[in-house]
């Protein structure tokens, strides 16, 4: 039988499993949106900025590790979509993006609402399609996501004119792709995977580093085997935080920019770096020349175009993190490192995360650590960028994998919010935190009506600092501080939160922090807690910018502040 | 570290919009094209690029590895160190009178190059071989007056029964980092 484009569209999106699509319609989508409730399998929800539709999408992927999908109509729909696609791309999100085209009569006229959004999104999506014909959508849509998911996971674009959507077309869902020109690497080479081994039993001063390709291969438990088994330490970079769990006695935490101290000190000293599903991004790196200075290094990703690109590197292994680690076990020989695992130990003490010097003061890190507490580690926790990106990292302990879900390759500004629905939306089982800035916040602010007209329970903290808090950090250290264009006169939060029927809270002292998420919490629904902090506290320890990773900078002992609050009264 | 030329061999999807993907990748990533040269390969669908780069075996490394990323690229060879059949195809225009076209004519006969028009005022030379012969050419004739010149960039084949070499891992570099 027959079906229309719009028909050949819901039924592949079934076929893919899709049970949620985050969304804005528009001319050109109409005939998609008119047939749309004939598949009530599809939830769609309709966000309030296409931007917030790609972020949503996103969340949602990380959350579950399922193919997040977005839709946005021609034109401006599809532009809108292009910074939440760009997230993706940078930090490997499988996505797929939906935009609505004009009818191909149109195409290349500049008609009312045409953009080339395949052309604008090349540099920022693992592949792309026009669907220029209704009988090859299914095709199409198959393709996408096997592209979008395996492999390096990424965003796959689909553009789809009008008039394909009206068309009919026989339906067939192709249970095979043809894609001889993608290739996926699983296997590590043998001679690689026994010279690492052979690498990593001769270690004295042995250190992984773990990314977040161990959370998409799902390889927890055999970076966490490998670990134990050669007693070897780990640190994470940013998207790799949860992969190895915080309360374990070997993870030493965070590397790079606002990594830990005792981190930073065995990347300089280790001997052999070990390191998994990282790309050597340079705030992890510092300045090249100078990471790992004493250290061979062994690396492991699918991406073969990863090897080599930013470090040189000893033993590249190319395949599935999980896999290459799993055939890695029988050559890995039992090992302590006691004298090595106890200087990190010592360095540990020396530059200790958990002193927060509050005083009377409400401190960032203090509310973190209350979230921590508050919900016993178990929360999903979704961040903007910037400082408070930072402090969730260092001061909530993560010990699942797709627990912090966070904006890091492209450092999104109002990732947050959309984020989090997203995330919330696909596991709703969980406890779904957002600590946000109150910069960042406002960037997608708008995405409050979508928490309560599609009921969406997400609990927000804002970091309230009066400021663009990382780039004021920057213009403090750096420009002699010369805060140009960083004080932010923000609304009352609370009351935009009450204005969208959503209850909130403003705290303002420490002994209310716990109090105030306990409300949160026992609350059905969403929850904005403004938290008025320490205008100007920094992030630290933190490697100035083209320095090496050793030459962090710690927390100076704390002077009196004032408070020069620049929120709207 | 030194640049040299690279010739990479790619096969790739005949689809719109394939060609774009391939240079707006050295665009983005920063590499410069020396020349390009696409048409038809022996399979059905399948097109042929001949991409000619200047780098350090490094970038060029990453080049390839990026290009093959591209999933409408089906293949892609660095045929650099093989033994290679190079060639290219230039069309000259020259200025030529009574009193010059005898000359030009011997010149193009030693080149082996063919005379592919006549006017009263010019000749248009048609002539195949690897750079070096088409610049040996060009230089002697740039003394009569070059009009026009039209260029192919080089197209590339592994010499021998053989087909290009399947893509395979490199071996790892030696551990440049301490150098740096």
């Known amino acids: 039988m027959k079906k229309t484009g719009a028909q050949i569209l819901c039924e592949s999106l079934i076929a893919e499993g899709v049970d949620v699509m985050f969304g804005f319609p528009g001319g050109v989508l109409l005939p998609f949106y008119d047939t749309l409730p004939q598949y009530p399998q599809i939830r769609h929800i309709l966000v309030r900025h296409e931007q917030g539709a790609a972020h949503a999408a996103d969340g949602y992927a990380r959350a579950t590790g399922k193919v997040g999908v977005c839709m946005a109509t021609s034109g401006p729909g599809a532009t809108n979509l292009v910074t939440g696609i760009a997230n993706a791309y940078l930090d490997s999100v499988p996505m797929v993006a939906l935009t609505g085209q004009v009818v191909r009569a149109q195409i290349g006229k500049d008609a009312f609402q045409e953009i080339d959004i395949t052309g604008i999104t090349l540099p920022i999506t693992k592949h792309s399609y026009v669907a220029m014909d209704t009988a090859a959508l299914a095709k199409i849509v198959k393709e996408a996501f096997y592209i979008a998911r395996t492999g390096r996971p990424g965003p796959v674009l689909i553009d789809i004119p009008k008039d394909v959507f009206t068309d009919q077309a026989e339906f067939v869902y192709p249970d095979k792709v043809d894609l001889p020109g993608y290739k996926v690497p699983t296997y590590g080479h043998p001679t690689q995977l026994k010279n690492a081994a052979k690498l990593i039993n001769e270690a004295k001063q042995p250190l992984i580093i773990a990314g977040r390709g161990v959370i998409i291969s799902g390889a927890s438990a055999e970076l966490k085997e490998l670990a134990e088994r050669a007693q070897i330490p780990v640190i994470t970079t940013l998207l790799g935080i949860g992969c190895f769990p915080e309360s374990h006695v070997l993870s030493y935490g965070m590397a790079g920019m606002h990594g830990t101290g005792y981190a930073n000190k065995a990347l300089e000293n280790c001997d052999l770096l070990i390191a998994i599903g990282m790309r050597f991004d340079d705030r992890v790196t510092g300045k090249v020349s100078a990471f790992a200075p004493n250290a061979k290094i062994i690396h492991i990703d699918l991406d073969p175009a990863e090897i080599g690109k930013n470090v040189n590197v000893d033993i590249p292994i190319v395949g599935d993190v999980g896999v290459v680690l799993h055939a890695m076990h029988k050559m890995i020989e039992n090992n302590s490192h006691i004298e090595w695992i106890g200087q990190l130990d010592e360095w540990r003490k020396q530059h200790p995360m958990l002193d927060i010097q509050d005083g009377d003061k409400l401190l960032p890190q203090r509310i973190v650590r209350e979230l921590y507490e508050a919900t016993k580690g178990d929360a999903i926790v979704v961040t903007g960028v910037g400082q408070h990106q930072m402090w969730a990292a260092q001061h909530y302990f993560f010990n699942n994998p797709d627990s912090f879900i966070s904006s890091g390759g492209l450092g999104a500004m109002g990732f947050g919010l959309p984020a989090a629905m997203g995330a919330k939306v696909g596991r709703p089982e969980k406890m779904v935190w957002l600590i946000d800035g109150d910069g960042s916040f406002q960037m997608t602010i708008q995405e409050l009506a979508t928490l309560v007209q599609d009921d969406i329970d997400v609990k927000i903290a804002i970091i309230n600092n009066g400021y663009l808090g990382m780039v004021r950090q920057w213009q403090d250290l750096f420009y002699q501080k010369n805060y140009v264009a960083t004080p932010l006169s923000c609304p009352d939060f609370v009351k935009i939160a009450e204005a969208y029927c959503i209850p909130g809270l403003q705290v303002t002292k420490r002994e209310e922090i716990k109090p105030a998420i306990e409300k949160a919490m026992k609350h059905k629904g969403p929850f904005l807690l403004n938290f008025m902090v320490e205008p100007e506290e920094n992030v630290y320890p933190m490697v100035p910018p083209g320095a090496s990773n050793i030459e962090f900078i710690e927390q100076p002992k704390k002077e009196v502040s004032t408070w020069p609050r620049r929120s709207i009264r | ?180």
Request: proline letters at 3%; glycine letters at 6%.
């Open chain 2, 1 to 180: 570290m030194a640049t040299t030329k690279h010739t990479l061999v790619a096969i790739v999807q005949d689809k719109p919009g394939v060609l774009n993907r391939v240079v707006s990748m050295f665009r983005r990533r920063g590499f410069n094209i020396d020349s390009i040269a696409v048409g038809h390969s022996e399979v059905p669908h399948l097109s042929r690029v001949t991409i000619i780069v200047n780098g350090t075996t490094a970038t060029v490394e990453q080049v390839r590895k990026q290009l093959d990323k591209l999933i409408d690229v089906v293949k892609i060879f660095d045929i650099t160190g093989e033994k290679l059949t190079g060639r290219e195809l230039a069309l000259v225009k020259v200025k030529a009178s009574s009193a010059t076209r005898s000359e030009i004519l011997e010149i193009a006969d030693i080149f082996r190059a063919n005379i592919v028009d006549v006017a009263s005022d010019s000749l248009t030379i048609e002539i195949t071989g690897d750079e070096d012969k088409i610049e040996s050419m060009l230089k002697l004739l740039r003394g009569f007056g070059v009009k026009e010149i039209a260029r192919t960039g080089r197209v590339a084949m592994v010499r021998g029964a053989l087909g290009a070499p399947p893509p395979e891992e490199r071996p790892a570099r030696t551990h440049a980092k301490k150098q740096a």
